[in-house]
């Protein structure tokens, strides 16, 4: 399975931008990477999700490489709501057609004022 | 749209004893999940559903039974509480791809 590698963490000013980093170099073809992040042990929030090309939205963008073998995660304005774990995760597709997220860690970012 | 909710918020209960714990989405989400979250740790997938009437085990199911009677609904029952099931019990629930979680039962047993 799929697994991947964040760093414990990392600390990011108000106002700039927050990039986490993610390897995930066993990943299949057809493996999407999700970004979840979860403040305060809350339930986990979705973010953003790609299979090879950039994506962007409301929240972030996700910058993944042309090999897949990484992935990075970008908040441009990082608040201090930004407070969180970041978890990158590969999506496995079950033979029933239902997901499993594989959660590492995450990454622990905290944005300061 | 309330989206998925879990009841109760928190238990503590002796070890040997039963519960079950109810997740309800009301999106009309066909996937439902339950995870299991230790401290310090990712989520552990437990069961799953595909489907109203369907269920089937994730990584770690052992001395969890689960139930889909309704489509909106997800029990997770515990027959017989251990310490070792002390942890936060999330539910999610998804049309295809996209999980949307719920707020977590916070489980304790002593």
């Known amino acids: 399975d799929a697994k991947t590698t964040q760093p414990t963490s990392m600390d990011c000013a108000e106002g700039r931008a927050a990039n986490l980093p993610c390897n995930h170099s066993?990943?299949?073809?057809?493996?999407?990477v999700y970004w979840y992040r979860q403040i305060h042990s809350q339930g986990p929030q979705y973010i953003i999700h790609g299979l090879k090309n950039n994506e962007t939205n409301e929240m972030a963008s996700l910058i993944i490489t042309e090999d897949r073998k990484s992935s990075t995660l970008i908040l441009p304005h990082a608040t201090l709501r930004d407070t969180a774990v970041y978890y990158c995760i590969v999506r496995v597709e079950l033979r029933t057609g239902a997901n499993n997220l594989f959660f590492g860690t995450g990454t622990r970012l905290t944005v300061i004022p | 749209n309330a989206g998925v909710t879990q009841t109760p918020k928190f238990r503590v209960l002796k070890t040997g004893q039963s519960m079950t714990l109810l997740c309800a989405q009301d999106?009309?989400?066909?996937?439902m999940y339950w995870y299991r979250q230790d401290p310090g740790m990712g989520l552990r997938l437990i069961h799953y559903s595909v489907g109203e009437g369907t269920t089937a085990k994730g990584e770690v199911p052992d001395g969890y039974n689960v139930s889909r009677l309704k489509k909106q609904n997800f029990l997770l029952g515990l027959e017989s509480a251990a310490p070792s099931q002390t942890s936060v019990y999330f539910c999610a629930s998804s049309r295809r791809d996209t999980q949307y979680f719920g707020p977590g039962t916070r489980l304790t047993v002593l």
């Open positions: 999106m009309n989400h066909e996937y």
């Open positions: 066993t990943i299949s073809g057809n493996e999407y």
